[in-house]
Nanobody
Framework: VQLQASGGGWVQPGGSLRLSCEVP????????IGWFRQAPGKEREGVAC????????TYADSVKGRFTISRDNAKNTVYLQMSALKPEDTALYYC???????????????????WGQGTLVTVSS
């Protein structure tokens, strides 16, 4: 199973970016697709997760109100729309898929069976 993350780049504080996680040729029913990030010298952090079959979502407190996770069933793709970006959002962002994810504990990396490569987001002036 390949998770293809894309959309990272450089943006000024206050700007926006949209990350994509495409999973071609694989049924995502019963999976929660999550976004994680890891900044240099910091631990990996769960950012958001969406249950693919019914669209329930959860977010880390640090991104609530600024980030939105969504899915496009026709494209087998999950998006992370990031707005009002801050320098502390700078990190390598990963997407992951798991069937054993509990939304209230979506930060538990062990619940995700498949991981994509990272896409770098840099927020600076």
């Amino acid at each position: 199973v390949q998770l293809q993350a894309s959309g990272g780049g450089w943006v000024q504080p206050g700007g926006s970016l949209r990350l994509s996680c495409e999973v071609p040729g694989f049924s995502l029913d019963y999976y929660c697709i999550g976004w994680f990030r890891q900044a240099p010298g910091k631990e990996r952090e769960g950012v958001a997760c969406i249950t693919y079959n019914d669209g329930r979502t959860t977010y880390a407190d640090s991104v609530k109100g600024r980030f939105t996770i969504s899915r496009d069933n026709a494209k087998n793709t999950v998006y992370l729309q990031m707005s009002a970006l801050k320098p502390e959002d700078t990190a390598l962002y990963y997407c992951a898929a798991g069937t054993g994810v509990i939304l209230s504990n979506m930060d538990n990396g062990a619940a995700y069976a498949y991981w994509g490569q990272g896409t770098l987001v840099t927020v600076s002036s």
